[in-house]
């Protein structure tokens, strides 16, 4: 089983990888830094929440692995 600390940083560098990719991408189709920062932000805490909440549901099922 993970650990809820390995599942938070886990969390977090994909949370930052996430909102640098989408700001980019908001930046590039809605040409202003902040319609596309604000966007990746948005985007960067449903992101977050939704993974963290992913990855413990899934920590907690055995199928698959190899004990």
């Known amino acids: 089983?993970?650990?809820?600390?390995?599942?938070?940083?886990?969390?977090?560098l994909w949370t930052a990888?996430?909102?640098?990719?989408m700001a980019g991408v908001g930046?590039?189709?809605t040409g202003?830094?902040?319609v596309g920062g604000g966007m990746a932000v948005v985007n960067a805490v449903i992101g977050?929440?939704?993974y963290l909440v992913y990855e413990r549901l899934w920590s907690g099922i055995r199928w698959?692995?190899?004990v």
């Open 64 to 66: 698959g692995r190899h």
């Open 48 to 50: 977050f929440l939704s």
């Open 17 to 21: 990888l996430g909102l640098v990719s």
């Open 32 to 34: 202003s830094l902040a």
């Open 1 to 12: 089983m993970e650990t809820r600390a390995r599942t938070l940083v886990k969390s977090v």
């Open 27 to 29: 930046l590039a189709f």
